[in-house]
């Protein structure tokens, strides 16, 4: 049983570059969160998606950044125009359903540094 | 905002138990009660969550009262790979809110 998957594990980018990071959930589950650590912070949810659909993207800054569940594929959380701010580590998770019976499965996450 | 309260450090011996409390006075009647752990820097992992009764599996055990404004998760035999950031969130629907935890450390 393969957990949640996320690539790349690292990733570094220049100011004003792009990020994407991406995502493949647990098999079977098909619906996927995204949440972001900054330095010495807790864990803050970004944005909720079922696939080819945004369920929920309040906590996504409304610039730059944008998320996509496609019907193939792993989900992509795209970051354009980085800024150093934007160095966190970002988590997915991916859950089977929604609602309150339905645990959510963390992945490893990927560490953003923005030099 | 997070809608629970924990201590902010505990200790615990190895081989002993570990009792976390957690205080969600203002839960509602149809919220669950969610624990997840985040390990050093690790994604978060789940570990148990409940609604009304006391829940058990093969990590923890999860002591809801009665009038479910406070719970307290138990790790039977505590080890030191048991340190970590514990955190207790209320809700679960969606998204995940989460607050500064409680940092457990397992001295051996």
């Known amino acids: 049983n393969a957990g949640v998957m996320q690539n790349p594990r690292h990733l570094v980018r220049r100011r004003g570059q792009e990020a994407r990071l991406r995502c493949s959930p647990m098999k079977g589950h098909s619906h996927v969160y995204w949440y972001r650590q900054l330095p010495e912070e807790g864990l803050k949810f970004m944005v909720y998606?079922?696939?080819?659909?945004?369920?929920?993207e309040s906590g996504m800054p409304k610039e730059r950044f944008s998320a996509e569940f496609p019907k193939e594929g792993p989900s992509i959380l795209r970051i354009q125009q980085v800024v150093r701010g934007d160095s966190a580590a970002y988590f997915c998770?991916?859950?089977?359903?929604?609602?309150?019976?339905?645990?959510?499965?963390f992945g490893p996450g990927t560490r953003l540094t923005v030099t | 905002d997070a809608k629970t309260t924990q201590p902010t450090s505990m200790d615990c011996a190895e081989g002993r138990a570990a009792n976390l409390p957690c205080n969600h006075s203002?839960?509602?009647?149809?919220?669950?009660v969610y624990w997840y752990r985040q390990i050093h820097s690790q994604g978060p992992q789940y570990i148990i969550h409940?609604?009304?009764n006391n829940e058990t599996n093969e990590m923890a055990s999860l002591i809801i009262t009665e009038d479910r404004k406070s719970s307290t998760l138990i790790l039977p035999h505590a080890t030191l790979r048991d340190t970590a950031v514990y955190y207790c969130i209320v809700g679960g629907s969606e998204k995940l809110v989460f607050g500064k935890g409680t940092k457990l450390t397992v001295n051996p």
């Open positions: 409940g609604l009304k």
């Open positions: 998606l079922q696939k080819e659909n945004i369920i929920d």
């Open positions: 203002t839960i509602s009647g149809n919220e669950y």
């Open positions: 998770a991916s859950s089977r359903g929604t609602g309150r019976i339905y645990e959510q499965y």
